[in-house]
């Protein structure tokens, strides 16, 4: 499972439609509306997704 650097839920990797690379890495969400806010930012999620910071306001 990856998980969604948007709203940090659990996506299946395989056969995953929304899926986004940057800078090399590829990421995975569970819906179009979080897959377009990472594309709108992909450098603030990127970078939470490597800290694991969760933000509670953070959601689909
Ligand atoms: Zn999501």
Do not use: W
């Not at 990421?27 to 509306?33: D, I, N, Q």
Request: net charge neutral; charged share 30%; proline share 5%.
């Amino acid at each position: 499972m990856a998980t969604d650097p948007v709203c940090y839920g659990e996506v299946e990797e395989r056969g995953a439609k929304h899926r986004a690379s940057f800078k090399g890495q590829e990421y995975f969400f569970c819906t179009a509306s979080c897959r377009k806010k990472f594309e709108e930012n992909p450098e603030r999620y990127a970078r939470l997704a490597t800290t694991f910071h969760i933000d509670p306001q953070m959601s689909c």
